[in-house]
């Protein structure tokens, strides 16, 4: 052994003479084979304010270590700090942890003589306290805690071993001197009690209980816990439970080892202890199991009696399921039942189970469980048991707390690929970093792969593998290292699906889809069948975990899953059925922006970008969709306050009705596009724009399209205090598109009617705002005619007609309540506030203030935000709430200056001059 850390650090049996040099050298020893920053090392020879001298004398210690070890390549230098190679058989730290490891193996399979040899020549190794002379710091007095808590578990198990083949007489001495370095080991004074009355010596195992009991009252101030004292009062009575002839105890320590890398889940880890029986589920690969092992580890040492596991091979790829009956047998033997005692029949086995269990504290993990079926029988009835049960479906019929396991946030992504790649390469490159797991979708598996093979290949940049990933076509095959595959797990779920073909052809038709959310309605028409038929397929997608259910009747999918899911319709479904029902689909998309209700909208708007951003790459055919969809969601885009989805499709539709010379698509996208250029203050980009779209009517011969395009002229005027202009463009608008029966002929109107208004014709405004409220209703533009009486309310204030203002304005915001239209709401709510001023009725406008307040914080409109504030600190004026006015002032102030004004609500919210 040349590296010696379990006792004095030695090395080749020499002593290190200075202090700093011991610990740097521990430090690069507990660390072998990794890179220890050389920050890392000072902060732990020097604390947190080390001295100027301290990197040079770093470097001194490192050379000088450099001489005194076995070879002069070992302790390697580089930008990044020192890393120590170290062959593990000549360190006897990991030798330690490898025999105590292989010695729990062994007591796992009951193999007691191989166990009990295992566990002697790991304590042998042992000459001392754990860096007996090494100055301690933070990261080294961790680990020191950390293995010396391992050395006395490892004794205690060597304890078991000796007493359970009956060599009482000979591990009493060991023990004794055990007990006298580590005093308050309560365990280690139970075996003593107990080894001593095997061995015969009553008065002996009593005087050792006496001793543990003062020592326990005098350094703690506690008496003895349960297990020791039970086990006094079994002495005094000679309990023969107590003689090795009638004692099957085998402490089974089945845990495999603790997950090593682990971040998150703090909900999860605080709530699963508190439980007797806790199952978690949820989707292939994110991290059922590692989240049990990491609690089963954490409360591992409530259960003296030992801890069960199994791989129930519920979702393992090959493997079947494993028989109940089978694991009770494999637990008997792992409790110490002896092979000739186990019983053939099942439910004989089965209640030799749980008898074992009865008066025993035992902690069973029963992972990747297929069903219900399969944990039932191995569930403890002792209550003084726990049980930790994990699987992809949620198994309901099982009495337990039931934990759902999803995928990791944004943080918590980023935290997990550093602690594989490397925390300070993904420092380096955070934006990289945030875009690998923005590919993985937070999935841990697709993680952990990314992160192992950034690791086996320094040579890459974090953005060199994020482009890679960035390629939807190859991103699967990306995330595959060695036998670990996303797909892989992916398939084991569909797999599960059997002879359910309709489950498993809307799995892939969802793939070819690619929309992140879908509701039953449109699922039926991807399938061309019933709805009743659809949601059975979508029930069993949810049973498999292929489908996670969210509000309402919809369900949504993995990123991931559904680059699978398009795989497996590439290779299953012909061309002409992929097509035909994405074709389906999305003709489904326009007819519904036509009809749906403000929740459907909203909960439809990702899907829509999503459905265009995959059709944008695809033949003119389905690439039409990018524009068509456009032009159905505009009014309620605008109205949702969803301008940065529209602006995303507009920017889609431009771009494929250039590339496919589509010149009616380039005329009508300009039109979204420039829209959103001037509320983005862009004004002249937004005439060149307009004016080449009607430029584009004009070459093509399109009246209607011509029309529009001097409408959007005269809306771009009028917002630029044009108004003479404005009105000239709208009128020749208004007429052009009525000659041509436009039902487009109403946004013509309206705007006519809103350039009157501004230029003072107030009745003549009026007049048009009901002819356009006539043409709404004719064309039943239930949002439209809410827009529109919310100007005709607006043209009463400013003409002070005060009983029609209110009559108009409750029309208007009951219509725009009913419709979701927050954007004209709110100025309703407002226009009729400032008549309750008028009126002398206060507290009426407040109420209306308060609310279209907190609805401009929902769309985020400053401008809302900043004349809501002052109407409101009139109002509090008017009430007498000084104070309250003097803030409400103040966040006017804050907003005012940077945004637009709408010189209607202006006039109509304007303070009286006395």
């Known amino acids: 052994m040349r590296f010696r850390l379990l006792g004095s650090l030695e090395v080749d049996g020499a002593r290190i003479a200075a202090d700093k040099q011991r610990t740097v050298l521990a430090m690069l020893l507990v660390n072998a084979g990794r890179t220890v920053p050389a920050s890392t090392l000072v902060a732990e020879v020097w604390g947190d304010q080390p001295p100027r001298s301290a990197a040079p004398n770093l470097r001194g210690y490192v050379m000088q270590l450099r001489r005194s070890l076995p070879s002069d390549d070992q302790l390697v230098t580089s930008r990044s700090g020192y890393r120590l190679d170290v062959e593990t058989d000549d360190f006897d730290v990991p030798r330690f942890e490898r025999l105590a490891h292989a010695a729990r193996q062994a007591l796992a399979q009951s193999d007691l003589v191989a166990a009990g040899k ?32 391992e050395y006395l578990a490892t004794i205690e198990d060597y304890v078991e071993v000796e007493l359970a083949t009956g060599r009482h007489a000979g591990v009493t001495a060991k023990l004794r ?22 061995s015969g010596d009553v008065p ?100 003296p009696d030992g801890q069960l596991y ?45 008898s074992l269990l009865a008066s025993r504290k035992v902690l069973v993990v029963l992972d990747n469980a297929a069903d219900a079926s399969q944990v039932m029988p191995l569930v403890p009835a002792n209550r003084d048991c726990a049980v930790l049960i994990t699987s992809r479906v949620a198994l309901t019929t099982v009495d337990a707390k039931h934990i759902a396991v999803d995928v990791l946030d944004d943080c918590d992504s980023v935290r997990l690929l550093g602690k594989i790649a490397g925390d300070d390469r993904v420092a380096a490159e955070g934006d990289a970093a945030a875009e690998i797991t923005r ?160 929740e459907q909208f909203d909960a439809e708007v990702p899907c829509l970008v999503a459905a265009a951003r995959q059709v944008a790459e695809r033949e003119p055919t389905f690439a039409r969709f990018t524009i068509d969809i456009v032009g159905a969601i505009r009014a309620y885009a605008m109205k949702r306050n969803r301008w940065r989805e529209l602006a995303t499709l507009a920017e889609l539709g431009l771009e494929v009705a250039r590339r496919d010379r ?39 011969g399109d009246r209607e399209g011509e029309g529009l395009a001097l409408h959007n002229l005269g809306w771009l005027c009028m917002w630029s205090k044009e108004l003479d202009r404005a009105l000239d463009y709208l009128t020749q608008s208004e007429e052009m598109l009525a000659a041509h ?27 048009k705002f ?74 009426d406008a407040l109420t209306d203030a308060l609310r279209a307040q907190q609805l401009t914080v929902q769309i985020e409109d400053d401008y809302g935000q900043a004349v809501a504030a002052r109407l409101l600190a009139r109002v509090r004026v008017a009430m007498g709430d000084v104070a309250g006015a003097a803030l409400d002032r103040r966040r006017f102030y804050e907003l005012a200056s940077r945004t637009r004004n709408d010189p209607v609500l202006e006039e109509v919210l304007a303070e009286p001059v006395h």
């Open 118 to 149: 295992a566990f002697d020549e790991a304590l042998s190794l042992w000459q001392g306290p754990v860096a007996a002379d090494v100055p301690l710091g933070p990261v080294l007095s961790e680990f020191v805690a950390r293995l010396t808590e």
């Open 177 to 198: 001197g055990w007990i006298r370095g580590h005093p308050l080991r309560e365990k280690l004074h139970s075996q003593l009690v107990l080894a001593l009355y095997r």
């Open 204 to 303: 002996g195992a009593l005087e050792a209980y006496q001793l543990a009991r003062r020592t326990l009252a005098d350094e703690l101030g506690i008496d003895p816990g349960p297990e020791l004292s039970r086990l006094h009062e079994q002495v005094l009575r000679r309990d023969p439970a107590l003689s090795l002839a009638r004692t099957e105890l085998v402490v089974p320590r089945q845990l495999p080892p603790e997950p090593a890398v682990f971040v998150g889940r703090d909900d999860q880890l605080e709530t699963a202890p508190s439980s007797r029986v806790v199952a978690f589920h949820g989707p292939g690969g994110v991290g059922k199991s590692t989240l049990a092992l990491k609690v089963a580890h954490a409360v591992a040492d409530r259960y």
């Open 310 to 354: 199994v791989d129930l091979q519920g979702s393992s790829p090959g493997l079947r399921p494993l028989d109940p009956a089978e694991v009770v047998g494999r637990f008997l033997r792992a409790l110490g039942s002896p092979p000739d005692d186990l019983t053939v029949e099942p439910a004989e086995a089965a209640a030799r189970y749980q």
């Open 439 to 598: 590919w993985c979708g937070g999935h841990p598996l697709a993680l952990r792969i990314a992160g192992a093979r950034l690791a086996s290949r320094p040579d890459w940049s974090l953005a060199q593998f994020g482009a890679r990933l960035a390629d939807r076509r190859r991103r699967l095959d990306e995330l595959r290292v060695a036998d670990l595959g996303v797909r892989a797990c992916f398939s084991i779920g569909y797999e599960s699906l059997g002879t359910d073909v309709l489950a498993a052809k809307a799995f892939r038709l969802l793939g070819v889809l690619g929309v992140p959310e879908v509701g039953v309605e449109l699922v039926a028409v991807l399938l061309d069948v019933d709805e009743l038929r659809a949601e059975r397929a979508l029930d069993r997608l949810v049973e498999v975990r292929l489908l996670d259910p969210v509000a309402g009747t919809r369900f949504r999918t993995h990123d991931l899953l559904r680059l699978y899911a398009a795989e497996l319709a590439v290779e299953t479904d012909a061309v002409m059925d992929r097509n035909r029902a994405l074709q389906r689909a999305l003709d489904w998309y326009i007819k519904m922006c036509a009809r749906a209700d403000v």
């Open 662 to 700: 589509d010149h009616r698509g380039e005329a009508a996208m300009l039109a979204i596009h420039c829209t959103i250029a001037y509320r983005a203050g862009r004004v002249q980009a937004a005439r060149a724009g307009m004016t080449r779209a009607l430029d584009i009517w004009r070459e093509i």
């Open 741 to 767: 029966g436009s039902e487009k002929l109403v946004i013509a109107q309206h705007n006519v009617g809103e350039a009157l208004l501004r230029l003072g014709k107030h009745a003549q405004a009026v007049d």
């Open 770 to 843: 009901y002819e356009c409220l006539a043409t709404r209703k004719r064309y039943d533009d239930r949002i439209g005619e809410s827009v529109t009486l919310v100007a005709l309310g607006r043209a009463y204030c400013v003409m002070d007609q005060r009983a029609d203002a209110l009559r108009t304005l409750d029309r208007a915001i009951a219509a725009c309540h009913d419709m979701g239209n927050r954007d004209d709401e709110w100025e309703a709510l407002l226009c009729r506030a400032a008549i309750w001023l008028r009126e002398g009725q206060p507290s």
